[in-house]
């Protein structure tokens, strides 16, 4: 949700804005709505600024080239106050006489009375944004120490930000200041980054320093110097990036989605590895948690949104069932707000891919006020919800760009299942036995969703034939029943089209009105060995909507032929333990969403409105 650069060199030469525009490219998932750039040069600093997707800046600045410079910042935007326009594109000078320049992410809660109190003393404001009120604040309070002034501004501002300043008057200096928004410093000889994340200047440097909330930094072409905003210093927190910028490229694929789709199968056998012994026991030391600490937790609640909430769906069946703990799983957004009942012995779990999501980290705060244990289950080292959890455990699914998430959900359930496994392991209960089992199977998963990659060609056939399609159904249950949710999700935000998730027993309460001959539904059927006679339910479900005209596409077990007599198509996924199952049904599914939206012409990465990381609640 809005991506931040910031670079200072030694040079006054083209370094800098080619550091913001690659930066720009690679944030370019966090918002697109439009993209500017801020060099300073000579006595002045100069600005670009374009509506729209990055590429139209770069034809600006085609069209208008800027001068050399040492230092610069840049922007691209998920529109949250004032619509995507060229006045309302960051960055923001604050009416100033082309000395200084801002750009925003986040959301200043209190910028109507700013706002209302600089247009009382006769500002005018060129924009709609929030961002704009800030750049008017630091602009008339500058007194020749941006980071001083900024500290001074901070204090008036309520809300998430992450902003990033410059001023002529300091040509060799970048100013960043977060609270709640995300803002990471790269260290490079010579020259010193900022990003929303690593992915900024990881073509540059691998070693980055994290901030804490409620910081200020300053970047020279020397070093970077943190305080915290009461002015007493602060010492980053310094580590190395674990990939690299071929990781953040498309390695020959079209898309990234297609690249992190066929990631997958890493992604899940790199968030495994390295959490078990020479015995096959789970041993997560990472947590730092003590075993006595967990073995108390008497409740389970996942936290999260959108796709990630749908992991934590899958993770609840499999947890309760291997550990017996009663588990809850709460939209992040909605947590808050129904007086959640925590306490010190309920686990709060929350999952996100960024680490950023407002809404999940706001529920992780609330969490802890009433004293629960929070655990967060995350893919971005440096990221606000593991710092304020007190625990992380990473999935491995490396950076995910596309903005609709793939690989990261897969490494999110797998995640969850160590962690549901490592709580059955420490507690010895029913299932504690079964836990290796299961943990040695999950082992084997990564060969079997290759598996899955390599039969996907009549699920790409049936995209190409489904262009025109207005309404696809998704029906599962037990682990399905999410599944079903994220198959809908999918092609909503790739395609464009209107599709829902049932979970399939609630289809004939009201749902199966919406069946007339032709319309297509995929049904997710659990292994026929699932217990309670669970498969010949599904079965019958598929009967009830094929009798009323559906076009029935299967997802199903191997060797599952009962399904065949009432499938348009069938869609075969290796055989494995009914809880383990999702990691393979849900890849047909995304491949199909990527191929109608690709056969539609659509952006696959970016689709319209949305953004990677939504860092505003
Ligand atoms: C859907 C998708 C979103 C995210 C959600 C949470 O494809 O990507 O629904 O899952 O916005 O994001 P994170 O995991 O970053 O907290």
Redesign the pocket.
């Known amino acids: 949700m809005c991506g931040i650069v910031g670079y200072v060199g030694a040079n006054a030469d083209e370094r800098a804005l080619n550091v913001v525009m690659e930066g720009l490219a690679r944030l370019e998932y966090r918002g697109y709505d439009s993209a500017g750039v801020a060099l300073v040069g000579g006595d002045r600093v100069v600005t670009a600024k374009k509506a729209g997707k990055l590429a139209n800046l770069r034809d600006e600045l085609g069209a208008r080239p800027l001068s050399g410079s040492s230092t610069g910042i840049g922007h691209t935007r998920w529109a949250t106050h004032g619509g995507p326009t060229d006045e309302n594109a960051h960055p923001h000078r604050g009416g100033t006489d082309d000395k200084f320049a801002l750009i925003h992410n986040g959301i200043i809660e209190n910028f109507h009375a700013l706002r209302g109190e600089l247009a009382a003393e006769g500002v005018v404001f060129e924009s709609e944004t929030d961002t704009e009120v800030v750049a008017h604040l630091l602009a008339r309070a500058f007194d020749g120490d941006l980071t001083r002034t900024m500290q001074r501004v901070v204090e008036r501002l309520e809300g998430a930000f992450t902003l990033l300043a410059v001023h002529s008057d300091q040509p060799g200096v970048v100013v960043g200041a977060r609270r709640n928004s995300p803002l990471v410093v790269g260290l490079g000889e010579g020259e010193n980054f900022l990003g929303s994340d690593v992915a900024a200047f990881i073509g540059y440097t691998r070693e980055a320093m994290e901030l804490e909330q409620d910081q200020i930094v300053t970047i020279t072409p020397e070093g970077a110097t943190v305080i915290n905003f009461d002015g007493s210093p602060a010492e980053g927190k310094r580590y190395h990036v674990d990939w690299d910028a071929a990781a953040a490229e498309k390695g020959g694929y079209d898309t990234f989605m297609e690249k992190e789709i066929n990631e997958q199968p890493q992604a899940v056998g790199d968030t495994l590895l390295g959490r078990t012994d020479a015995e096959g026991r789970l041993t997560l030391d990472e947590l730092r948690i003590s075993e006595e600490r967990l073995q108390d937790v008497s409740r389970i609640v996942f936290v999260?949104?959108?796709?990630?909430?749908?992991?934590g769906m899958v993770a609840k069946y499999a947890i309760e069932h291997w550990t017996r703990i009663p588990v809850e799983v709460a939209l992040?957004h909605e947590f808050r707000y129904c007086d959640p009942i925590i306490d010190e012995r309920t686990l709060v779990v929350?999952?996100?891919?960024?680490?950023?999501?407002m809404?999940?980290l706001m529920a992780v705060k609330h969490a802890r006020e009433l004293g629960a244990l929070t655990i967060s289950i995350?893919?971005?080292h440096g990221s606000t919800?593991p710092r304020e959890s007190d625990a992380v455990l990473y999935t491995h699914a490396g950076p995910?760009i596309a903005?609709?998430?793939?690989k990261?959900?897969l490494a999110?359930i797998t995640a969850s299942y160590v962690l549901g496994l490592y709580l059955t392991q420490l507690r010895g209960q029913t299932y504690a036995d079964d836990a290796q089992e299961v943990l040695a199977e999950l082992h084997g998963i990564p060969a079997k969703i290759e598996a899955v990659l390599g039969g996907m060609d009549r699920v790409r056939e049936i995209a190409r034939f489904m262009v025109d399609t207005r309404s696809v159904l998704f029906l599962g249950r037990n682990v399905g029943y999410p599944i079903a949710m994220?198959g809908a999700?999918?092609l909503k935000?790739l395609a464009y089209i209107h599709a829902e998730g049932f979970a399939a027993g609630e289809l004939k309460h009201g749902p199966i009105a919406l069946i007339e001959p032709g319309q297509p539904v995929f049904i997710v059927v659990p292994s026929p060995d699932t217990p309670h006679g669970l498969h010949g339910k599904v079965v019958s479900n598929i009967q009830e909507i094929r009798a009323r005209g559906a076009r029935t596409l299967v997802i199903a077990e191997e060797g599952d032929d009962s399904v065949q007599p009432f499938a348009d198509e069938v869609i075969y996924v290796p055989s494995t333990s009914t809880m383990l199952a999702p990691l393979l049904t849900v890849v047909p599914l995304q491949v199909f969403a990527l191929e109608l939206s690709t056969g539609k012409g659509l952006d696959v990465d970016q689709p319209r409105n949305?953004a990677?990381?939504?860092t505003v609640e």
């Open positions: 999260a949104c959108g796709t990630a909430a749908y992991a992040a929350s999952i996100s891919q960024s680490g950023e999501t809404d999940t995350c893919n971005t919800i995910e903005v609709a998430s793939t990261a959900f999110q994220e999700l999918k935000e949305l990677k990381s939504v």
